[in-house]
């Protein structure tokens, strides 16, 4: 069983001091690569409402093991919830000695307290991928699977602007309890290439988007940044963004693709949001 991992912590930035960082910079700060490597685990702890985001891809297996000079407890989810979307083959999580198998696009909710979590592959030739995100918890709620046909599909969006997609809320109210991570992701249909726009902030939450399903021939400019000082990030297959209370989070492709969201702030309210209209960005 491999435990092989990479730890990297993000600090929190300053609106005034994210539009002076250069391209970069930005890329430093905001975006997270290299999240699905065979045989290995890879977290990155930020000091923006204290999210963990995370990736694994076992051969066979991974078991997460606390860092507990950074979190400060003795194992991961001991004031911690996680949330466990798999963009990969079939595989299994066992949490405490319960094995949930997940196929691909399946997740699981893990409430607080729960101590031993092990990622498996069913097949090593066609590994899971793992992605995760941890929030902070002050309450527990029971583990559970969430398949995709479980998960709640709202339609939105059209042709003629060029945004028709389905939003699949997986980690959400209307699905099954959280303490306060809420997850999902959005599917564009061919022929659309935005997202989230027109754009919002929302100030009582912080979100992080993970782009996924990008040809390897294609790019999505995800746009971010205070709205009257927008700045972009150039991202490819399977990367992630941290996205501030502060900044704007949208995107753009050069085709269609999908995207993982997750949030986690103040409240689960998924429509709790500060809209930006048009005329005001720059």
Request: glycine share 8%; net charge negative; charged share 25%.
């Amino acid at each position: 069983m491999s435990t092989d991992s990479a730890f990297e912590i993000r600090h929190g930035i300053h609106p005034e001091h994210g539009k002076a960082l250069d391209t970069e910079g930005l890329r430093r700060e905001f975006l997270i690569q290299d999240l699905f490597v065979p045989g290995k685990l890879k977290w990155v702890y930020s000091h923006i409402d204290r999210i963990i985001v995370g990736g694994a891809v076992p051969l066979p297996e991974i078991r997460i093991e606390a860092d507990k000079k950074t979190l400060g407890s003795e194992y991961l989810l001991e004031r911690r919830e996680m949330g466990i979307l798999n963009l990969g083959e079939s595989g299994e999580v066992t949490v405490d000695g319960s094995a949930y198998r997940l196929d691909h696009l399946d997740a699981l909710y893990v409430g607080r307290g729960s101590k031993e979590i092990r990622f498996r592959s069913m097949d090593t030739k066609k590994p899971a991928k793992f992605y995760f995100l941890s929030g902070m918890a002050h309450a527990t709620f029971p583990t559970r699977r969430v398949t995709l046909q479980e998960a709640k599909k709202v339609p939105l969006g059209s042709g003629e602007e060029s945004n028709k997609r389905t939003i699949y809320q997986i980690l959400h109210p209307d699905v099954l309890p959280t303490c306060n991570l809420v997850m999902g992701f959005t599917r564009l249909e061919p022929g659309s290439v935005w997202n989230t726009m027109p754009t919002h902030t929302h100030e009582r939450r912080m979100e992080v988007y993970l782009y996924f399903d990008i040809a390897p021939d294609a790019v999505v400019f995800h746009i971010m940044g205070a709205p009257t000082e927008t700045r972009h990030l150039v991202v490819r297959n399977e990367e992630a963004v941290i996205s501030p209370s502060w900044s704007i989070h949208s995107g753009v492709g050069t085709r269609c693709y999908s995207f993982v969201w997750g949030m986690v702030g103040e409240n689960q309210t998924f429509t709790d949001m500060d809209a930006v209209p048009m005329s005001m960005l720059r």
